[in-house]
């Protein structure tokens, strides 16, 4: 079985800074898929960044991006110049690919993170 | 559009009581799942429908019943509400059984369910 560990419960930083939240994981599994997932005080679950475990480029979304070490088993999430609509949970998942992912997203436990203007 | 929904939203209701969740999805995936977020934000998988077959079941009361009517639907029915079912759930869909998928899970907007 996949486990995914978020060791920051809470994180608070100034509008326009850059924040990294971190995640690691375990499993026994080559080739998966890792997502940070973003849930804002609506609830609703909002996808983030997606990265594939044999890709060794990181993942950037525009403001977002990875920093994916496979062999640590981490994948850490930078945010650069930090907004306050990024308040929200931050939730890292791990998923098996393929027929796999019909056991769905095992999940972190989440990172509160909290930009303050 | 609302690519995922469920209904309703919010549920109050007493202990003992039996209650549904209803979800849809129109993105044509062939994967739903229901999880549950606990007080402390964690999501645990309870059940995974691949086109209406259970292939997930965790550990999860049988007080809880999910049904899958067609690949587009999956319900979630509780029996003899108790107050640690108290949570929001989530259903979400994914294309599981298809090359070059994403993996990516889209969730519904939750239903907040408090049992008094």
């Known amino acids: 079985a996949q486990t995914v560990t978020q060791s920051q419960p809470e994180m608070s930083v100034q509008e326009a800074e850059t924040v990294t939240l971190s995640c690691t994981y375990d499993t026994s599994e080559s080739n998966y898929y890792l997502f940070w997932y973003k849930q804002p005080p609506s609830r609703q679950m909002i996808l983030v960044i997606r990265?594939?475990?044999?890709?060794?480029q990181n993942a950037t979304e525009n403001r977002f991006s990875v920093n994916f070490q496979k062999a640590a088993k981490s994948f850490s999430l930078k945010i650069s110049d930090s907004q306050l609509g990024d308040t929200a949970m931050y939730f890292c998942?791990?998923?098996?690919?393929?027929?796999?992912?019909?056991?769905?997203?095992?999940f972190g436990k989440g990172t509160h993170l909290i930009i303050q203007p | 559009d609302t690519a995922v929904s469920q209904t309703p939203k919010y549920l109050v209701t007493q202990m003992g009581n039996d209650k549904s969740i209803k979800c849809e999805q129109n993105?044509?995936?062939?994967?739903m799942y229901w999880y549950k977020q606990d007080s402390k934000k964690f999501l645990k998988i309870m059940f995974s429908?691949?086109?209406?077959?259970?292939?997930i079941n965790e550990t999860v009361p049988n007080r809880f019943s999910p049904k899958s009517p067609d690949k587009a639907h999956l319900n979630l029915h509780i029996n003899s509400l108790e107050l640690g079912d108290s949570a929001v759930y989530f259903c979400?869909?994914?294309?599981?059984?298809?090359?070059?998928?994403?993996?990516?899970?889209?969730f519904g907007e939750g239903s907040r369910l408090t049992v008094l």
């Open positions: 990265q594939e475990a044999y890709k060794q």
């Open positions: 979400a869909s994914s294309q599981v059984y298809l090359a070059g998928s994403t993996g990516e899970l889209f």
């Open positions: 993105l044509g995936h062939d994967t």
């Open positions: 998942a791990f998923m098996k690919p393929g027929r796999g992912g019909a056991d769905g997203l095992t």
């Open positions: 429908y691949n086109n209406k077959e259970l292939i």
